[in-house]
């Protein structure tokens, strides 16, 4: 373990090292391949809970279920599937979403309105509830509170992504371990717009659940909501967060004295699953990261920075590995927020391009060779006040095309 500020992070952590949680994956074949596609999180007791949802228009039928199970704000298991998304689907779609529901409280041992649903892949076919259920069935012996538990849930939630994304820290709070572990999928469709792919989170703390709630959307704001891949935000994007309270801490409320380690804590397992989305965008081969500092707020840096981090000409040209600083300014300036033409700086990681909004001479041989690293930070100083924020996307690739091209081939 490294200590990092208030809180420690946990080698080899996962979704499973908070106290009273399990999970596990299957195939049941819903995909092509033989990676398995249905997984679930069980926890021993019912856990405080909370959601955030896409905010796209048309949201899928297991996000229905789901804010209908957290209407009570308690869950004890996550039933989730990869290869569709059960989304545009109509009466079936819903009928679909709360079998599965069923399914997974009656083989899973808990009470229905206490299971939450999840789906992502294709939009438009229905499933084949036939495997789905086969595959339910199969699951309560497949979960574990061994990493390899944690490890079968997170291939089972993939979908066009390379790699899982997992991330875990532990905290002291009334002088008990309190543990917060993460498991993310994502890699295209991926967008700034609350929750933006499908995130787990679990902790052994015991919290309010509107704290947990509040707590949720705050973290959500400068994490989730700040990466970006193709501009795209998916149907089915919902982020889930259950608390055992198996840890015997005092209830955390934004009151309690160790109420901002477990808040940095929280936070920085949600940023650490975020870049790990933007890393892992489809066809990347970099991580760019956008840094927007001086602004009249720090609501408008965030506005700036998603625009940069969005711009399809600045994520080509770091693909191309091209110091092209004209296409970060002109993005900066179509942004819709207040931004003083004359006093903007740019930097290509150390690498000044910008003062003042002109342009200076730098070693276009040294800015080459850093655009080829596989981390890019674009920094922006606008001068203008005190507002930051950072964002994070990857490049634009040949393969981005090739991949979503066949998506459903």
């Not at 039928?61 to 059960?86: C, D, F, M, W, Y």
């Not at 704290?211 to 700040?226: P, Y």
């Not at 996307?393 to 040949?398: A, E, K, M, R, S």
């Amino acid at each position: 373990m490294g200590q990092l500020t208030t809180f420690t992070q946990v080698k080899d952590g996962s979704i499973v090292s908070p106290k009273g949680f399990s999970a596990g994956g299957v195939h049941c074949g819903l995909k092509k391949t033989d990676r398995h596609d249905l997984g679930a999180i069980l926890c021993e007791v019912p856990a405080v809970a909370a959601a955030v949802y896409t905010t796209n228009v048309f949201q899928a039928a297991p996000l229905k279920v789901t804010r209908e199970s957290l209407q009570n704000g308690t869950l004890q298991a996550v039933i989730v599937n990869s290869g569709n998304a059960n989304a545009c689907t109509g009466q079936q779609g819903e009928a679909d979403a709360y079998d599965m529901r069923a399914a997974a409280a009656r083989h899973l041992g808990v009470a229905e309105q206490d299971v939450a649903v999840a789906s992502t892949g294709v939009i438009g076919e229905l499933l084949k509830m036939d495997r789905v259920n086969v595959g339910i069935e199969s699951l309560p012996p497949r979960l574990s509170s061994a990493n390899s538990g944690a490890e079968d849930f997170s291939q089972a939630i993939l979908t066009t992504d390379l790699v899982k994304k997992e991330a875990c820290v532990s905290v002291l709070v009334n002088g008990k371990e309190v543990t917060i572990g993460g498991a993310a999928k994502g890699s295209g469709m991926i967008h700034p717009n609350m929750a933006t792919m499908l995130a787990f989170m679990t902790t052994d703390a015991a919290i309010d659940q509107e704290a947990l709630q509040q707590l949720m959307r705050q973290a959500t704001d400068v994490t989730f909501n700040m990466i970006t891949v193709d501009g795209d935000t998916s149907t089915n994007d919902m982020l889930i967060a259950m608390a055992s309270g198996l840890a015997g801490n005092e209830v955390l409320t934004p009151a309690h004295p160790d109420w901002e380690p477990f808040a940095e804590g929280f936070t920085y397992v949600c940023r650490s699953l975020a870049q790990a989305i933007a890393r892992d965008g489809e066809g990347a081969t970099k991580l760019v990261e956008v840094s927007v500092t001086g602004a009249v707020s720090d609501l408008s840096a965030r506005a700036i920075a998603k625009t940069v981090i969005g711009s399809s000409l600045v994520k080509s040209a770091v693909f191309g590995a091209d110091a092209n600083w004209g296409r970060i300014i002109a993005a900066v300036g179509r942004a819709g927020e207040p931004v003083n033409p004359e006093t903007v700086d740019i930097r290509l990681g150390d690498i000044s391009v910008l003062e003042q909004s002109r342009p200076v001479a730098f070693d276009e041989d040294k800015a080459l060779a850093y655009l080829k690293g596989d981390t890019v930070r674009i920094v922006v100083d606008l001068h203008g006040g005190a507002g930051q924020a950072t964002a994070w996307g990857c490049d634009l690739t040949y393969d981005y095309v090739r991949i979503n091209a066949a998506y459903r081939t």
